[in-house]
């Protein structure tokens, strides 16, 4: 376990969080340092390197929680902020058990990235800048960026937990801009994992060639179609929209302040027995993994559909215990200057059996949405809207023009029921989910799936 929380220290600190009473406290501490650089123009530029270190200390008392951080792991500024966190309170105090470490196994790194020379990244990045310029002419501009973060964190607890995680992501992205006289298109795709810089021996040039034959192809786009029609939602990055229109709404705070439509559904059937999804924060090496969450717990993997009937939801400490039950293990923050809440981690529709060529096939006149640029869902109502960045028309069967300014609209439970396929090609991209004000890496993917009648907003006349 990580060693940047030294347990005398912590138990200390954890005393004095309960000194004026509580009934759990907690000292999240992390360490982190991360570097990235990027290219525009064919110049490297923003090569930007950066470390900090803090710590949170927290009291729960009834269904308020008590929170104070400090930057810096001095034990003194430790104890100082759990007198802070104390403060507030007034009851008697309470003592915490004897810490017990428990023996935690992080992700395996195979070659730290802060160990390969930053000339080398500069190079990988003009070897994508080569790469992605070379598709063709009309590639008016091209940009890539490089990300490294590692990551060290140690939790204590009232309850006797000391545990801790050593996590390193790396992750490249690139974007092109096509220009053909007054139409300008753009294609992005990234490249990240829980790993280290073997995640880009393999041919990590290969998203610089995607990105520019998207925008490129999207150059010949014609007006998006409207109205309801089936539409085939992609592998991978179409995964966000289950993390959007499902995911949200089986986190256990929406559930309990009455916000999500999943409300009183436990047990009821809500898709079609097709339909299997999994939050999953122990896939090896995919970017939302950690070995534990932000408090402790083991990350699991947690069935939320089984063949289409809603089983579960995704606790952290606290809606966990408002509940009765166990945390799932998702129980996520920011850094050591947040409070933890339930968040989603790698979060997907399980492979199916048809193949994208079958289910596309099936359709006479849909919509094929490839990856999305953004959305917006009230996890109360369940309505949503989503720009689709990447669309197709499907005719017959078969795959036909590129479309531009296409929207989907609809509601998460009618969505949801109306799943009539799901393809075996499944893979993961990742995403970076935005909660509460809080940022988190989390995981997307699926294989291709149909929805059996949704709403596409176009601009077709």
């Not at 529709?349 to 009230?378: L, N, R």
Request: charged share 25%; glycine share 14%.
């Amino acid at each position: 376990m990580s060693e940047i929380l030294d347990p005398a220290v912590a138990e200390r600190a954890l005393a004095r969080a309960l000194a004026n009473g509580g009934r759990f406290a907690e000292v999240f501490a992390e360490r982190r340092h991360g570097f990235s650089l990027s290219i525009d123009e064919s110049r490297i530029e923003s090569v930007e390197s950066g470390a900090e270190e803090g710590a949170g200390v927290r009291v729960i008392e009834g269904s308020t929680s008590y929170f104070a951080h400090v930057d810096g792991l001095d034990p003194a500024d430790l104890e100082r902020a759990a007198d802070e966190a104390a403060s507030a309170l007034r009851g008697e105090r309470r003592e915490p058990r004897p810490l017990k470490a428990v023996a935690s196994t992080p992700l395996p790194i195979q070659r730290r990235p802060e160990e390969v020379a930053a000339s080398r990244k500069a190079e990988l990045l003009r070897e994508l800048d080569e790469r992605g310029r070379g598709q063709g002419g009309e590639i008016a501009q091209f940009t890539a960026s490089y990300a490294e973060a590692r990551r060290e964190v140690a939790i204590a607890n009232s309850d006797g937990l000391l545990n801790g995680d050593d996590r390193t992501r790396t992750r490249i992205g690139a974007q092109a801009v096509a220009r053909r006289e007054a139409t300008v298109e753009t294609g992005a795709e990234t490249l990240g994992a829980h790993r280290g810089f073997e995640l880009l021996e393999d041919d990590p040039g290969l998203i610089a060639e995607q990105a520019a034959r998207k925008a490129l192809t999207l150059l010949d786009a014609g007006p998006a179609p409207s109205g309801s029609m089936p539409v085939v939602v992609g592998g991978g990055f179409g995964g966000v929209l289950f993390h959007e229109m499902t995911g949200h709404g089986l986190e256990a705070d929406h559930i309990q302040k009455g916000a999500s439509v999943y409300v009183g559904k436990l047990g009821e059937q809500v898709a079609q027995p097709l339909l299997n999804a999994y939050d999953d924060g122990r896939l090896p090496g995919e970017w939302g993994s950690d070995a534990i969450d932000d408090e402790g717990a083991p990350t699991q993997k947690t069935q939320v559909i089984e063949g289409g009937r809603l089983t579960a939801f995704l606790y952290d400490h606290l809606s966990a215990e408002r509940d009765g039950v166990a945390s799932t293990g998702n129980g996520r923050r920011e850094s050591f200057r947040h409070l933890p809440i339930p968040r989603m981690t790698n979060t997907y529709i399980a492979p199916g059996e048809a193949t994208p060529e079958e289910i596309i096939a099936e359709v006479e006149k849909g919509f094929y949405a490839v990856s999305f640029g953004g959305g917006q869902v009230d996890p109360a109502t369940g309505d949503f809207v989503f720009g689709v960045s990447e669309g197709y028309l499907i005719e017959g069967g078969k795959v036909t023009r590129p479309c531009r300014g296409a929207t989907l609209i609809g509601n998460c439970l009618e969505a949801l029921a109306a799943i009539d396929a799901v393809g075996s090609d499944f893979f993961m991209k990742t995403g970076i989910c935005g909660k509460g004000g809080q940022k988190v890496p989390v995981g997307t993917g699926q294989g291709h799936v149909r929805v059996g009648a949704m709403t596409v907003g176009g601009t077709e006349l």
